[in-house]
């Protein structure tokens, strides 16, 4: 008998309405269209209506996953949300989706490795079909970055936004589908290039620590830069190398949106041409956790990702987190 694999059997987006656009942050900040642009490939990005938080989201992309499948809420065992951005520090993401979608079987938990949550939460999802502990795991990634950013500082606010993506993982015996292959790396010596410094136990929220704008983002955007493209780039080529596949054989690279400096950086590695490569920083920025499951369902919506074809996901983010998953896409569900 095959080996039970994990199955990306269904994929769903939500992005909300909100534009903010270079221009509109222009008005906002000493910045211009050209140097966004230039820099990091961002024209525009999503945020939130106020009011509107992480579970909303990732709640309207799992009603959008069970309109498209027919599959229904009864029939989750377990909900996996990555965020660095959750509504509340607890309860967990994970139990207001469960409530509100009606999730009666279901347990579940929230997945912090910022950047790289999608692919720990998808590889941790993996774990639990591959052992036949559950049949349908519901990967979430969401992020409300605008909730952390500090809309003065220039050298942050340019780069996130917001949205939710998801994901059903189901068993399969057949070697055409599913996650293939993992390569995940966590390296503490980056955690303060990028961070939230309070709100946590280390710096509890304070008047003091509000006046000191340290419950936003901050990032050494050039140190981390550097680390990010030789990680990713080096996740994604190790990963095609492992398995004896080339970038010839491989329909999509989904990288992680970050700067589109970084993603070309890989790509050029993996050696693929730029039809093979996902790109919509252009449209939404960096919305952490949500890039590559927004990603993953925009490569399926151009034609672009099928039945039976490979795909990389890669990504790099605070900790430092990295690396790379390897996978054959399907069987996709219709109603
Ligand atoms: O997703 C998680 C992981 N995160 C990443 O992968 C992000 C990695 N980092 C980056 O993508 C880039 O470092 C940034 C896009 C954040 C910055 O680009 P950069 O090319 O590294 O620029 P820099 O920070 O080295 O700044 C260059 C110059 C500076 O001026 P001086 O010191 O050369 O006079 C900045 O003050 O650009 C200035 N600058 C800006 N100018 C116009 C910084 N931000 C802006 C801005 N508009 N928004």
Sequence with gaps: MNKTRAAITAVAKYLPER?????DLEKMVETNDEWI???TGIRERRLVAEGQATSDMAIAAINQL?????VTADEIDIIIVATVTPDYMFPATAALIQKEIGANRAWGFDLSAACSGFLFALQTGASFIESRTAKKVLVVGADTMSAI???TDRNTCILFGDAAG???????EDENYGLIDQMLYVDGSGADALYQAAGGSRLPASAETVAKRQHFIYQDGRTV???AAEGMASASTAILNRNNISGDDIAIFVPHQANKRIIDVAAQRMGLSPDKVLLNIDKY?????????VGLKEAVEDGRLK??????????????TWGSILLKWGPTRSK
């Design 307 to 320: 039945d039976g074809d490979y795909a990389v996901l890669a990504a790099f983010g605070a900790g430092y």
């Design 149 to 151: 950013t500090d809309y």
């Design 37 to 39: 642009v230039s820099r």
């Design 19 to 23: 534009v903010l656009s270079n221009t």
């Design 166 to 172: 998801v994901v059903l993982l189901e068993p399969t």
């Design 225 to 227: 830069f550097k680390k």
């Design 66 to 70: 069970f309109n498209d499948t027919g």
């Design 285 to 293: 920025g960096n919305t952490t956790a949500a890039t590559i499951p």
